[in-house]
């Protein structure tokens, strides 16, 4: 596609609940990253993937989150059981080849709140 | 571990002036300096990097950011800001070979006419 596409954008859910995210990265790129937002903090590093194997997890809050990615193209980043801190923007980004220093290409977001 | 700070979570500067936000980082050999944008409703957009190299990088937007060794250093600057700057700009460290970014807090900055 012609850039990250992420859905839903904005979803709320009840304190328990299991919830997807799903990323779908520009075409071609070898390299996609999940990161969280809170409100007003920084970007936080979740997890990223070489193709389909995911060689640093260690950003992961807890065994809560999962995430996989099928072939070089859409990723779902799994909570379960959300909590209310689970709550922040989560953002998907991809790169070609996934080497040091390439520029990353981020899509709009998924708001989750969590009530 | 590698890792940024942004001293300055919100900046307010007049249109016209100029404008230079504070970024160090922590990394033992050459990192990649990068800086982004996150626009109001946009998603993050890159405006520059830097690996090697002149130490005077330009980027998009008339922005500029001059990478300091001796300071860990990589401030991001505009001789002129525009009203339609204002956003929150995220200063970012990665390695060569390893793909792992690493973002600052971010800071935001406001623009008044």
């Known amino acids: 596609g012609a850039g990250v596409s992420q859905s839903p954008s904005n979803k709320v859910t009840e304190k328990g609940k299991d919830v997807e995210l799903r990323c779908d990265p520009i075409s071609g790129h070898t390299a996609l990253y999940w990161y969280r937002q809170r409100l007003g903090q920084g970007l936080e590093f979740l997890i990223y993937?070489?193709?389909?194997?995911?060689?640093?997890k260690s950003g992961l809050p807890s065994d809560r989150f999962s995430a996989e990615r099928t072939g070089e193209s859409v990723s779902t980043l799994t909570i379960q059981r959300t909590q209310q801190e689970d709550s922040a923007v989560y953002l998907c980004a991809s790169s070609l080849t996934g080497q040091g220093g390439e520029k990353l290409f981020f899509g709009s977001g998924t708001q989750l709140s969590v009530l | 571990a590698q890792s940024v700070t942004q001293p300055d979570i919100h900046i307010t500067v007049s249109e016209g002036a100029s404008l230079e936000l504070r970024c160090n980082y922590s990394?033992?050999?050459?990192?990649?300096l990068f800086w982004y944008v996150q626009s109001p409703g946009q998603g993050l957009q890159l405006l520059l990097k830097y690996f090697s190299g002149d130490t005077l990088v330009q980027g998009i937007k008339g922005f500029e950011a001059e990478f300091k060794r001796s300071q860990s250093s990589f401030n991001l600057r505009k001789p002129s800001v525009h009203w339609s700057d204002a956003a929150e700009y995220f200063c970012a460290v990665g390695a060569a070979g390893y793909q792992k970014v690493t973002f600052g807090t971010g800071t935001k900055l406001q623009v008044i006419p």
């Open positions: 993937f070489q193709g389909n194997s995911a060689p640093d």
């Open positions: 990394y033992g050999a050459t990192p990649y």
